[in-house]
């Protein structure tokens, strides 16, 4: 008997409706045809989805759970995708809100290599919450860019990242931009004894994204920056297989709002692909989730799983110095922040700024 | 100078907050960090977002052009995305409309290598719109598969195509599935003298796609099913250009239906990035698209552009055999119908009956 991927979707829909729609749904999911027709009893009792439970939740809205079959996902990324997903993202009454993984999914997947625990220890940083901001803007030079860095880490954050927008143009090509930004990160870092660290975002194909992480490896790094709805999941997932001395930090764009609730993508499923930070746009800035939404994502991050690590919560997206107390207040310790904009608006004093906000999060951490 | 993407999105809001909004998406999708600091006055120029446009189009709905500097994509199909709508796609005010690419764009990833006219050669069908269908279920043995596959075949279809959930799962392994089904297609065709196609699913990351249209070229074949979301557009492209003798027939699954318009998307560009006949979830079927919005795609599909061949839309998703001469009607002759599950009731019939499609639509031709 196969395991069950257990999928819940947040149907709109009626009361009359919805046991019909239901179906649809896990027919959709599954087979892709009219159920009659079918007569292999392998394909009736093991692949068809099922409709598990159907749950009124008031205001025309249903909580639906679906078993959609473990084997239809030959356990490959973009097949799981595709499977409890993909079709019905055409269908706009209808958001993937959680899905319950069995082991065997969790097992072949791995989850991050790092995690939380990994990522302090790099940093030498066992409780307090992490600090991180973005490089920025794209259509700046490598050199620019690496004086900025070296800035900013001389201010003592944890985490700096390539802009997700920064990616292989001529004006600061990967493979001039990486070495210089390594560098000077490398001697901000000698100098604050805070082991800075530098994530170099990938781009490109397959291809493309290893030679990447090999040229980052040579310049000393050992984390670099994924967008895996961009890359493909199965990238995504074959560069954390194959590089199992790197941390991955995910970005969120081309995540959507509408189809898929980041909770569960973006805190769930890329953490059990291997992510071992998810960035995330926070409330209060100016993307569109909810302060419910982001706690759920970070619960979804950081929660007990068998086998899993917990994965980093990066909260971020238009976030102020100024919100450091509320943000740690909200999230807790076990969390990155990110601030990009704000810090890098400071210009010439941003050693420090950068140095003020890791006190604010050190002080935090104390008080 | 840089030529620019002249990217349309449909806004909601108000007039009194539309010309700030419009400003916030131009800067999110290209420095994403606030302007005012910034000093450079190559990225001030050549960089930074501008709104080119703004149209209200009444109802609170706004019609934004934004250009967008094309050297910020550096000609990558990934980065391409990323820059159009990557971050927005979270902010659930906004749907990307359309774009207009300049001419490097297009010349850099070059569109269909077959298009309208290299399939129909292939088929010897110069005039008359060309039939489709789709494997089902899932959960089938490859034995089963390629049976249904030679009595479909017997039916003279032009195209048979691996429904888009067959992946790699054990009960049909690509490697055991795709030869055995090739060999029962071209046997049927053999018999009808019509050049049956078969259209394997590629699934995996670029490695494992590689290795299957190698195997599938191996099998005599020269057509692939691909769906670009899942796969990534960079692993999508790349395969497009490795493999010039081969025809690529696109799947929607992914999409969504809240972000991005189905006719820009699945009609432009996938066309662009290389797409000889691009499926997608016709009107009045089980999906939520409407009839304006497939003509627009279809359209899309095939309009004049300079460089770029035409690519075949392939409407489906819930057809049935009476709606022939009504999709003949709206879409042309310039079309692929493609009639999956209602087909495949009618069982132990199915060579008969596509040979009954297959004539309505050769009929409709002469008529």
Redesign the interface.
Known sequence: MTSRIHVRYLVRGDAKSIAARAE?IAV?Q?????V?????P??ID???GRVEDIHDQGNGLFDVRIGL?T????L?A??L???I???T?????VTLADAEFPAEVADAFGGPRHGLAGLRERLRAPVRALTATAL?????SAA?LAKLAGDIALGGIDYIKD???I?????SPYAERVPAIAEAVARGAARTGVPTRYLPSL??????MRGQIGLARSCGLDCVLI?PL??????F??LVTENPDFAFMTH????????IR?SFLLGKLFRMLGSDATVF?NYGG????TAEECGLLSRFALQDWPGIKPCVPVPAGGMLLERIPEMLNFFGTDVMLLI???L????ERIAAETARYVEAVRAAAKG
Not at 136 to 140: D, E, N, T, V
């Open positions: 649809g959709e599954s087979v892709e045809m009219p009659e027709p079918i007569g292999n392998f394909v093991q692949i068809i079959a084997i239809t996902t030959g490959e973009g097949q995708l595709n499977m997903i993909g079709n993202s055409m269908q706009d009454d920025k803007p794209q259509g700046s620019f802009d997700h927008g990616a292989n143009q001529f004006y781009n490109g194909n397959l291809d493309a967008a961009i890359a493909g999941l199965a990238q997932q074959t969120p764009t081309m995540s959507g709002t509408a189809r980041p746009a100016r993307f569109g989730y990009g904009g704000s890098l608006s400071t210009r």
